[in-house]
């Protein structure tokens, strides 16, 4: 027997950076193109439920794989202060 809260889809985005770019040049860049971003590695992300920021976190590197820790709530605020 399956409950309704199994039926409850929430998408997860883990935020890193931002970047603007001309539409064209985005409409150039081909598989496997760059897109650079203004945060890095070792910035702090956000993360996103249904594009709602809910945490912070950091990346975690471990040779290929790519994972994120939780570090902190997230401030409602500071998010949609970033947006430019």
């Known amino acids: 027997m399956s409950s309704q809260i199994d039926s409850v889809e929430i998408e997860i985005t883990v935020l890193l950076g931002r970047s603007k770019i001309p539409m064209q040049q985005l409409l150039r860049m081909g598989r496997g193109a760059v ?3 203004d ?17 912070r976190g950091e990346l975690v590197i ?13 401030q409602v605020e500071d998010y949609y202060a970033t947006e430019q």
């Open 39 to 55: 945060a890095s590695e070792y910035d702090e992300v956000w993360i996103l439920a249904n594009n709602h920021p809910i945490a």
């Open 35 to 37: 897109i650079p971003l």
């Open 62 to 74: 471990d040779g290929e794989r790519v994972s994120v820790s939780i570090t902190g709530a997230a």
